[in-house]
């Protein structure tokens, strides 16, 4: 089992940036990736990215290649999300998931474990 536990959601002005973390325990060595999903009020969960925990190998989600990168740091079983230049459309509830099936996303349904999730909030 995966515990995921989602920080560093918050407010922030368009075109600044914020780093969200997400720190794992339990197996996390036993996740073929890790990735970030948000959900909008009222909406599903959308893909943003994801990290293949052994590799570092990324895939990001259109809308956010350029200015989100993702990170993990193996030592201390956190994946990182950076995200510039942020955008009022980036404000939503971010979650990160753990999947123990190979799968670097979109689909929500193929991670496994789930944090509680972070607030963005972008003022414009």
């Known amino acids: 089992q995966v515990r995921l536990v989602e920080s560093g959601g918050g407010l922030v002005q368009a075109g600044g940036s914020l780093r969200l973390s997400c720190a794992a325990s339990?197996?996390?060595?036993?996740?073929?990736?890790v990735g970030w999903f948000r959900q909008y009020p009222g909406k599903g969960r959308s893909f943003v990215a994801a990290?293949?925990?052994?590799?570092?190998?990324?895939s990001y989600a259109d809308s956010v290649k350029g200015r989100f990168t993702i990170s993990r740091d193996a030592a201390e079983n956190t994946v990182y999300l950076q995200m510039n230049d942020l955008k009022p459309q980036d404000a939503a509830a971010y979650y990160c998931?753990?999947?123990?099936?190979?799968?670097?996303?979109?689909?929500?349904?193929?991670?496994?474990?789930w944090g509680q999730g972070t607030l963005v909030t972008v003022s414009s």
């Open positions: 998931a753990a999947a123990l099936r190979p799968t670097m996303g979109p689909a929500d349904w193929e991670f496994d474990y």
């Open positions: 339990g197996r996390p060595d036993s996740a073929y990736s």
């Open positions: 990290i293949r925990w052994t590799t570092g190998t990324t």
